[in-house]
């Protein structure tokens, strides 16, 4: 364990697991979470291009094609960021989009969805899925694009997913899933197990958190929580999770049941590390690890 990480879990210890006890209040969760974002600069060679109008609303991460050549090659990364479905943006993520779009050369479009309360299930999905056919609508091919996504953003790829393959559109290459969450209704062991290892969250603040999404919606609704869907058809997914996180089970228990429906899934379990933990690359160098694992299995599938 590298001593940026020891450093990096006191200090979320004492700052950031105190404010996710308090999911009540949505405003000031998302004000923590704009106050501690990273603000990289983007790779050299790459820019960000804002969009505004749904259902492209969101930034591109792309070449800076002014200054060389497009290294990408059609790849595109439809990324969906996580924070509950109710706090987080693009903006907030980049930290993670920005290092993904340059070690997977891809273009990465990362999709300022709609977020609760204020738009409760199933908003996200009808936002992703709209995103995704209106890519298909401009020329990208299928095969060429990833759905990715981490904690709530990679319980919403694979409902994403789901709703792809249910209504007949083509599918895309593979799904990139950092921590997802992937059950709502919070039943997974390590909510108990890791309550206290992880240095993020407390086991009974993932429950609560979910019924802003939700709204009047069941948790095990499959297209809330991917873990209770059938998931024959889907493509290959890779799957990141850390050993101590209180979501860890919704990651063993998604990879253990994809394998089961028939689904090929790559899936490492890293030692020791918070949740999300890609989110703090800049820094840490398991996150640059972590990264670079996904941009190659990214690049794999679309070759």
């Not at 990364?77 to 479905?85: D, N, P, Q, T």
């Not at 919403?156 to 899933?177: H, S």
């Not at 850390?242 to 899936?267: H, M, N, P, Q, Y």
């Not at 398991?286 to 990214?298: N, Q, V």
């Amino acid at each position: 364990m590298s001593w940026q990480n020891a450093l990096l879990k006191a200090f979320m210890r004492w700052r950031v697991r105190p404010v996710s006890q308090n999911t009540e209040d949505v405003e000031k969760v998302r004000t923590v979470a704009r106050r501690y974002a990273l603000k990289p600069k983007p790779p050299k060679g790459w820019r960000v291009r804002d969009l505004l109008l749904p259902p492209m609303r969101g930034e591109w991460i792309e070449p800076d094609t002014t200054r060389a050549a497009d290294p990408t090659g059609g790849r595109v990364v439809l990324f969906l960021h996580g924070g509950g479905y109710y706090f987080h943006s693009p903006e907030t993520y980049r930290s993670l989009t920005f290092p993904l779009a340059r070690d997977s050369k891809s273009r990465v479009f990362a999709l300022d969805y709609r977020l609760a309360p204020e738009y409760p299930f199933p908003a996200a999905i009808d936002d992703a899925v709209a995103c995704y056919r209106r890519l298909m609508m401009d020329g990208v091919s299928a095969r060429k694009v990833i759905v990715a996504g981490d904690s709530a953003g990679g319980g919403l790829a694979l409902a994403t997913l789901l709703t792809l393959r249910d209504r007949g559109d083509p599918m895309p290459g593979g799904a990139v899933l950092f921590s997802p969450w992937t059950d709502l209704a919070a039943t997974g062991a390590t909510f108990e197990i890791n309550n206290g290892k992880d240095p993020m969250f407390w086991g009974l603040a993932i429950g609560k958190a979910a019924r802003h999404y939700l709204g009047a919606m069941a948790a095990t609704h499959p297209l809330a929580s991917p873990l209770y869907a059938d998931l024959k058809g889907l493509p290959p997914l890779f799957v990141q999770a850390s050993t101590i996180e209180v979501l860890l089970d919704d990651s063993l228990r998604l990879v253990e049941k994809a394998r089961r429906d028939g689904v090929d899934v790559l899936f490492k379990a890293w030692p020791g590390l918070p949740h999300v933990w890609h989110l703090f690359n800049p820094f840490l160098p398991e996150a640059r690890a972590a990264i670079r694992e996904a941009g190659a299995f990214i690049m794999s599938r679309l070759a």
